[in-house]
Each structure stands twice: as structure tokens, then as C-alpha cells.
């Protein structure tokens, strides 16, 4: 009986241990469950943070072409209209010397009309 007793003791003991490690292993189970959880949503958060980066990365490169390309619009028009002033600026200055030519052929002018007024003007009291 004594036997029994121990043997009975014996397999209380071994399935207490038993009953124990599957406690033990189902509990390291769940940790490990939550941790990769844990992980999983840290992975798709910054998934989720680095594709926002690559969009707004995205966005601000095509604005940064559009914005060339309409800077080399506005170059190429800002060109064409340095031409012109220069065109311009040079017809200008060709009118200038045109309007004091005939500045100088006015006076001229005058100066013959007066010398001839003072002619005829000698030839009626002379």
C-alpha cells in the first residue's frame, strides 16, 4: 500500500509538472503571439509613414518639374522681351538723332527766314 501511495504521489507529481510546462509553454506562446502582433503594427505603421514620405517625396518632384519647366517658359519669354527692349532702345536712339537733326534744320530754317525778312525788310526802306 505504501508503494501505491508513492507511486500515486509519483504520478500527481508528474502530472502537476506536466500540467505545469504546458502552462509555461502556452504562456511564452501568447507572449511570443503579442509581441509578433506588436511588431507586425510597428512594420505596418512605418509602411504606412514611409509610403506617406514617398507620396509627399512624389508630389514635391512633379511641382518641382512642373516649376522648371515653367521656369524655362518664362526664361525663354523674358529673352524675347530683353530683345525687343534692345530693338527698342535702339530705335529709340535712332529717332533721337533723327528729332535733333530736324532740331538742327529747324534752326537753320529759322535763322534763313529771319536774315530773309531783314532783306526785304532792307529793300523796302532802301
Known sequence: M????????NTVG?????ASDIATTATLIAVAIIAAILLLQKVLKGFKESATESSVMQTMHEELIRLSNYNKVLSEELSK???EIIDLNKQLTNLSIENQKLH???SALTKEVSRLQALLQSKEQG
Open 2 to 9: 505504501l508503494v501505491e501511495t508513492i507511486n500515486t504521489m
Open 14 to 18: 508528474t502530472q502537476q509538472s506536466a
Open 81 to 83: 522681351f530683353q530683345s
Open 104 to 106: 538742327n534744320e529747324v
